[in-house]
């Protein structure tokens, strides 16, 4: 983490988990466990028929609302879909865009992203944008390759100064809800070089004000030195997020020092 230059944001995925009715009563608990004063910024992002119940049951608490997918044509005959206007209006600030579960069961392309991530800023959403390599690719010694190729893709066209309002979440496929977290080194290693990426094509100055979180079986024995790396600015949980008491410990960590 880096306070003085980008903010710190915990971030919970729920997945297609939580009815509205489980999405009151984690609201209720969480009211007895979260403390006041935090410095990071604490998202929540929700299946969408539960948006509007939950940007009303977490407003007290400070927790952000995010969406977990949106699609990027302002409107028209997609059945099915929800655009990044019909998110704002329910009070949704951050939407979660390319994560590998959606590149992976539902053909989301590189393109697609990128114009998911141009639709969100253009409804002034914060685009939570997952990039992350399989197994074979790390294996292979492709990551920092196919890493960039995502970045460069998802941000094609994105002016320099909307890059504040992204949030970049490496999320390493093999780590994804299977209990085997990077190494914090192996995390900090490819946030520092998504920054490094950053900083290529738009100078220090933006690079060092993006929040790049990391996620992939993050939890609360682990939350603490994976934030320790420089360039690790919070997390993407999805799991554990589902457990208030262990969110919790998540946000604790990351407000610690
Ligand atoms: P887990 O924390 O369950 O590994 O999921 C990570 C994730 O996919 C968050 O988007």
């Known amino acids: 983490m880096n306070r003085r230059y980008r903010k710190t944001i915990i971030a919970g995925n729920w997945k297609m988990n939580m009815t509205a009715s489980d999405t009151k009563k984690y609201a209720e608990e969480m009211k007895k466990l979260m403390t ?7 998202v929540l992002c929700i ?8 940007v009303r049951a977490f407003k007290d608490l400070r927790i952000s609302i995010g969406a977990e ?4 044509e302002e409107k028209g005959a997609y059945t ?4 990044a206007a019909m998110l704002k209006d329910l009070g949704v600030k951050y939407v979660i865009v390319g994560h590998s579960e959606r590149r992976q069961y539902f053909g989301e392309t590189d393109r697609a992203v990128n ?4 639709a969100a800023l253009a409804a002034s959403i914060n685009p939570i944008i997952c990039v992350g390599e399989s197994l074979e690719q790390r294996e292979a010694g492709l990551t920092h390759d196919w890493i960039a190729l995502q970045v460069k893709s998802a941000l094609s066209g994105v002016a320099a100064d909307k890059l504040r309002r ?3 979440a490496y999320e390493p496929i093999w780590a994804i809800g299977t209990g085997k977290t990077a190494t914090a080194e192996q995390a900090g290693e490819v946030c520092s070089f998504i920054r490094a990426t950053i900083r290529s094509l738009y ?3 933006v690079a060092r004000s993006v929040t790049i979180q990391y996620g992939g079986s993050m939890n609360p024995s682990n939350a603490a030195e994976l934030l320790a790396q420089p360039d690790v600015d919070g997390g993407l949980i999805g799991g554990a997020s589902l457990k208030p008491e262990q969110f919790v410990e998540i946000v604790r960590a990351a407000n610690q020092g």
């Open 36 to 42: 006041r004063a935090k410095w990071c910024e604490t």
């Open 47 to 54: 299946p969408s028929c539960n948006l509007s119940t939950a």
């Open 69 to 72: 997918n949106l699609y990027y």
């Open 80 to 83: 099915g879909e929800i655009s």
């Open 115 to 118: 114009k998911k991530v141009h």
């Open 166 to 168: 992204c949030v970049i």
């Open 203 to 205: 100078g220090a100055r």
